[in-house]
């Protein structure tokens, strides 16, 4: 099956640094994926949609300036938290859907990555 | 427009007797349907998908879901639920609509298993 791989699956930094996380699609491609953001006890919050060889789109309220993504290829996409602060501690967890036409491909989730600014 | 309502926020049974997490949605579009797990401090495992073919689908660990279009409801079950079923599942709608992929998540029910 479809495997998407997350890194790193924990971090503890110090505010003011930057944080990168890496989402591969292992066995696919994927010229899209998505960064999720999860809160204690919520569900998944929708951060932005990765794409291949072009700017992210992001979702309302959320900085591109302080949650930077890169696309480089159709196996991988990084989030970078900028300039990270206590209250940018959460669940970091990104998906990819293997290409083709419809909507009837699943997403495949990483396992997330736990962050804590300290 | 597009939604998705996991009536129940927390569900407890004992350990052999039948899960039931419910789940409705709307869509504008005929949507495909999916139901996550999601395991403390991990990422989300697909369980089912229905895309349009038969109403009711099986999934992994013995779940299955039955697609009722009248109701729009895709209701999760299992015959006998196992100590390992504890988890946070999640019901989740998406289309392509409009040139664009739209996913929505329900706000995830939590499944207590009582040995």
């Known amino acids: 099956g479809a495997v998407v791989s997350q890194h790193p699956s924990w971090v503890i930094c110090k505010s003011g640094t930057s944080v990168k996380i890496e989402c591969r699609s292992l066995?696919?491609?994927?010229?899209?994926m998505f960064w999720y953001r999860q809160f204690p006890k919520q569900s998944l919050m929708l951060m932005a949609t990765?794409?291949?060889?072009?700017?992210?789109?992001?979702e309302q309220g959320v900085e591109k300036d302080k949650f930077l993504i890169n696309h480089a290829s159709l196996t991988l996409s990084t989030l970078t938290v900028t300039s990270a602060h206590p209250e940018d501690s959460s669940f970091y967890i990104c998906s990819a859907r293997q290409t083709g036409p419809g909507n009837n491909s699943p997403l495949h989730f990483g396992n997330g990555t736990r962050l804590t600014v300290t | 427009a597009q939604s998705v309502t996991q009536l129940d926020s927390h569900v407890s049974v004992s350990e052999g007797t039948p899960v039931l997490l419910r789940c409705n949605y709307s869509?504008?579009?005929?949507?495909?349907l999916f139901w996550y797990v999601q395991h403390p401090n991990k990422g989300l495992q697909l369980l089912l998908k229905y895309t349009s073919a038969a109403t009711l689908v099986k999934g992994i660990n013995g779940f299955e879901a039955e697609f009722k279009k009248s109701e729009t409801s895709f209701h999760l079950t299992k015959p006998s639920a196992h100590m390992s079923d504890a988890a946070e599942y999640f019901c989740?709608?998406?289309?392509?609509?409009?040139?664009?992929?739209?996913?929505?998540f329900g706000t995830g029910t939590k499944l207590q298993v009582i040995p």
């Open positions: 990765s794409n291949e060889g072009s700017k992210a789109t992001y």
């Open positions: 869509s504008s579009y005929s949507p495909s």
């Open positions: 989740v709608v998406s289309h392509s609509g409009g040139g664009y992929q739209k996913v929505t």
């Open positions: 066995d696919f491609q994927a010229t899209t």
